[in-house]
């Protein structure tokens, strides 16, 4: 069974186009994550998810939008895109810890290149 | 606000050495602390954490790291690489929700590549 799941796995498309990306977790994981690794491996938080609600919005166009239909389920769409959105994007969910802090498990990820 | 440094982007040892990747951590309350292994076209898994507790924690693959909050460093060992360790290894630092509130997720290094040579 796998825990938190991408589709799709490499995604190829032009400038311009809209395209979304789905993540699905089967934990029952209240919090929901999208992350951005660039070409030189660097991983950034771009949303987080708690049953529905954006909690933080770090600095990205808005051409990206998180929509989470469920609380098993956070999409990213992306409008207008654009060259330096090729990357690798993540999705995650996290498990509560002690303390307030969060354990987070990561989707295999999806390869966008935009030509 | 948080921060982690990974010293070394890249990090060669010889199968069976002593494999040693560092990380610093600047946080203003105490942190949670994680180590990630992302394998070649692969996600991130997690190795091991420091929560509280015993400062020296074990994670997979014969892998521990050790927490010293004098040196703000929690930096992954393992006594003896392997070929299978080739990969890219990620610290990260977790902010609890009691200290600052929102799930504003993990902040990571930039990563250091581990090169195992035969």
């Known amino acids: 069974d796998t825990a938190v799941s991408q589709t799709p796995k490499y995604l190829v498309t032009q400038m311009g186009n809209d395209k979304s990306i789905k993540c699905e977790q089967n934990l029952g994981h209240d919090t929901m994550y999208w992350y951005k690794q660039d070409s030189k491996k660097f991983l950034k938080i771009m949303f987080s998810y708690n049953n529905k609600e954006l909690i933080i919005n770090e600095t990205v166009p808005n051409r990206f939008s998180p929509k989470s239909p469920d609380k098993a389920h956070l999409n990213l769409h992306i409008n207008s895109l654009e060259l330096g959105d090729s990357a690798v994007y993540f999705c995650a969910s996290s498990l509560p810890l002690a303390g307030g802090h969060y354990e987070q498990y990561f989707g295999p990820g999806t390869r966008l290149t935009v030509t | 606000a948080q921060s982690v440094t990974q010293l070394g982007s890249h990090v060669s040892v010889s199968e069976g050495a002593l494999v040693l990747l560092r990380c610093n951590y600047s946080s203003s309350v105490p942190p949670y602390l994680f180590w990630y292994v992302q394998y070649p076209n692969q996600g991130l898994q997690l190795l091991l954490k420091?929560?509280?507790?015993?400062?020296l924690v074990k994670g997979i693959n014969g892998f521990e790291a050790e927490f010293k909050k004098s040196e703000t460093s929690f930096h992954l060992t393992k006594p003896s690489a392997h070929m299978s360790d080739a990969a890219e290894y990620f610290c990260?630092?977790?902010?609890?929700?009691?200290?600052?509130?929102?799930?504003?997720?993990?902040?990571f290094g930039k990563g250091t590549h581990l090169i195992i040579q035969p």
């Open positions: 990260a630092v977790s902010k609890s929700l009691i200290a600052g509130g929102g799930a504003d997720g993990l902040t």
């Open positions: 420091y929560t509280t507790g015993a400062t």
